[in-house]
């Protein structure tokens, strides 16, 4: 039914286990780039310069040092995004706060939609746009919908400063003209947790593919757990058993990678990739 993790995420997974376990700071985010491509973490050098200065244009990061994890030479970006998470918290349809990802994190994720088949990255709850701005380094057209005006303008200030040109949409997905982006082969990253992003995920889903020219295309990546409370609605299919099932979808593959809400904890998060059945074998 799926792949198992690929090598890239693997490296990155191993990279964080020894950052957790060896990192000392206090700020409440802080995450690794390696400073140079290795065999261990073969990112290309222009890809792994973007990385960077999505990092040190980004005003979430106020500081950063190098420190070595895993055996690589690494800078550790650390900062603070409660402005911005308050900020996110606000909007009656705004189902998940901004807690992002890892940069590494969605750079493999870019790499993985494009080893799909997948041509378009839409990132709904795009927050500081991470995803999308990884997708459009990776080679992908790159869309970001974010319902929260400042993190819209986060975005756009990020695109301008690295001159890497993702959209950032401002608009409640929930209620977006998917139509309008004239979409070919497209994966859309659902920004909810299982049970938090359900409504979200239910809503967004159900207007895409009403698209009929999105129906029989599109893809749906959702954040999964591998740590489910006891008493969860769903227990199945990493927390996302339910809306797979009601909307025919198919699992293709799970990549398991760091974000800043498993940071301390032993256990990484799920992206779980799916497609319409009639989308995969186009694919």
Known sequence: MMANNDALAESIVRLKADFALNFKGTSPIHEAIPLDTSEFLPIEKSALAAL????????????????KFFGVPCRVYEGDINEYWLGSIKHD????????????????????????????????????????YCARVAGLQAHGIEIDDNL??????????????????????????????????????????????????????ARILAVPELKHAAGFAFMGSHSLRKY????????????????????????????HWTAEQAHDTPYVFTFTTTARTAL
Not at 52 to 58: I, P, R, S, T, Y
């Open 52 to 67: 960077h200065d999505f990092a040190k244009n980004n005003p979430i990061y106020y500081k950063w040092h190098d420190s």
């Open 232 to 259: 969860a609605r769903d227990l199945s299919k990493w927390g996302w058993g339910k809306v797979i099932s009601d909307y025919g979808l198919q699992v293709a593959e799970v990549v398991t990678l760091p974000t």
């Open 152 to 205: 819209v303008m986060l975005q756009e200030q990020i695109a301008s400063a690295t001159g890497v040109d993702f959209c950032a949409r401002g608009a409640d997905a929930t209620k977006f003209d998917y139509h309008s982006l004239g979409l070919v082969r497209p994966v859309f990253f659902i920004s909810g947790l299982p049970e938090m992003g359900e409504m979200l995920a239910n809503s967004a889903i």
């Open 93 to 132: 349809s705004g189902y998940q706060p901004f807690y992002p990802t890892w940069i590494l994190s969605a750079y493999a994720l870019a790499l993985a939609s494009k080893r799909l088949g997948f041509g378009q990255v839409v990132d709904i709850g795009s927050g500081d746009g991470r995803i999308a």
